[in-house]
């Protein structure tokens, strides 16, 4: 991800695994985008329920 610093250089951070998909979601929402609006026409969102790892860690093996 590239930033400017409020010294106005410009700075590029590379985030990883859970980290990346926090920052994105969160870019996303900083443009006005929802998660379904990334989504193909016809599919539901999956209910938080429905995650196979609802309580732990992202694992990424």
């Not at 979601?25 to 609802?54: F, K, N, S």
Request: overall charge negative; charged content about 25%; glycine content about 10%.
């Amino acid at each position: 991800m590239n930033a400017t610093t409020l010294s106005g250089d410009t700075t590029t951070t590379v985030y990883e695994r859970g980290l990346a998909r926090l920052i994105h979601h969160e870019i996303d929402h900083l443009d006005g985008l929802l998660y379904t609006a990334r989504m193909r026409t016809g599919v539901d969102p999956i209910p938080v329920e429905g995650y196979r790892q609802t309580g732990r860690a992202w694992a990424y093996e």
